[in-house]
Nanobody
Framework: QVQVVESGGGLVQAGGSLRLSCSTSGLTFSNYNMGWFRQTPGKEREFVSG????GDVDSVKGRFTIIRENAKNTVYLQMDNLEPEDTAVYYC??????????????????WGRGTQVTVSS
């Protein structure tokens, strides 16, 4: 059974940093592309960052860095200089699409339940 579990969310002041972790089990992690998405109430889920199994990175936030550690079956999202607008539930996902499609929700088969990030002003 595949599991994708996010952790590391919490409350942080604007300008601060958080590092989210996403651990997986039940799949061969090194074969999968990994992505981070986020969602706020009333809005569609949006792509944040992704890294292919080959190490290609796609990201829409220059303040965020995605890092994968195949040895630990884990992908991280380092978020710096956080803004109140970054407040959202952050989701991790695993899939096997082409690297050019890391930004698509449909590129991912397995999803975590999310972790809440709240940035206060």
């Amino acid at each position: 059974q595949v599991q994708v579990v996010e952790s590391g969310g919490g409350l942080v002041q604007a300008g601060g940093s958080l590092r989210l972790s996403c651990s997986t089990s039940g799949l061969t992690f090194s074969n999968y592309n990994m992505g981070w998405f986020r969602q706020t109430p009333g809005k569609e889920r949006e792509f944040v960052s992704g890294v292919s199994r080959g190490g290609d990175v796609d990201s829409v936030k220059g303040r965020f860095t995605i890092i994968r550690e195949n040895a630990k079956n884990t992908v991280y999202l380092q978020m710096d200089n956080l803004e109140p607008e970054d407040t959202a539930v952050y989701y991790c996902a695993a899939g096997m699409s082409q690297p050019s499609e890391l930004y698509r929700e449909t590129s991912y088969r397995y999803w975590g339940r999310g972790t809440q990030v709240t940035v206060s002003s």
